[in-house]
């Protein structure tokens, strides 16, 4: 079985300011994904980025990086420069790669994050 | 562009009644997932399937089933939709691999009363 585990039910920042945003999984496949989304009060989910469990350097897209710590079991998303508009609901999931979690993707409980002028 | 479609955005139903909610993509994408939100707990998978007329349990199927007839098309029933169903629900596709992401639908918030 997998699992992913947000501990921040809410987080604050500063506009322009960094911010990150923690997730914990715990699987026992070897391959894996790990996937970050955003949803805004309108309720689409949104994409941001995406770990695999192979990759040696840190994944990036623009102003969002995740901190992968495979040892630790982490891959926590850092926001650069937060913007108003960066006010949402975050999700962190873990896609499965072999076994009984083979394609199975599954989320985690999300982080709200307001982010004030 | 991609698309995920879920028949219904609000839809309210009685104590009792089979719901049918109805999901369609059109990316020729293998795997469709249902998911219910609700505050505080997240997204909790119900089903999944990664073909035609094949599914997998998630985390919460009781109270639920699915029905995979056509590639693009993924429903979820409510045999006797309870008043704990009440919740919004999310349909998702993807293609098959650990990093394939997944495009929702708009939701289906569903109240049963």
């Known amino acids: 079985a997998q699992k992913i585990t947000q501990t921040q039910p809410g987080m604050f920042v500063q506009e322009k300011e960094a911010v990150t945003l923690d997730c914990t999984y715990d699987?026992?496949?070897?391959?894996?994904?790990l996937f970050w989304y955003k949803q805004p009060s309108s309720g689409e989910m949104i994409f941001l980025i995406y770990q695999g469990s192979y990759d040696e350097q840190n994944a990036t897209e623009g102003r969002y990086s995740l901190n992968f710590q495979k040892a630790r079991k982490s891959a926590n998303l850092v926001i650069s420069a937060s913007q108003l508009g960066d006010s949402a609901m975050y999700f962190c999931a873990i896609r499965g790669g072999s076994g009984t979690s083979y394609g199975k993707l599954t989320f985690g409980q999300g982080t709200i994050l307001t982010v004030h002028p | 562009d991609v698309k995920v479609t879920q028949s219904s955005r609000y839809l309210v139903k009685r104590t009792g009644e089979k719901v049918f909610l109805e999901c369609v993509q059109d990316m020729d994408h293998e795997n469709m997932f249902w998911y219910r939100q609700d505050p505080g707990l997240g997204l909790r998978l119900i089903y999944f399937s990664y073909d035609v007329k094949m599914k997998e349990k998630g985390d919460i199927p009781e109270g639920y089933s699915v029905s995979r007839e056509k590639k693009e098309r993924f429903s979820l029933i409510l045999e006797s939709a309870s008043t704990n169903q009440t919740s919004m629900y999310l349909c998702?596709?993807?293609?098959?691999?650990?990093?394939?992401?997944?495009?929702f639908g708009q939701g289906t918030r569903l109240t049963v009363v």
């Open positions: 998702a596709s993807s293609l098959t691999g650990v990093n394939t992401e997944a495009f």
């Open positions: 699987t026992s496949d070897q391959s894996y994904g």
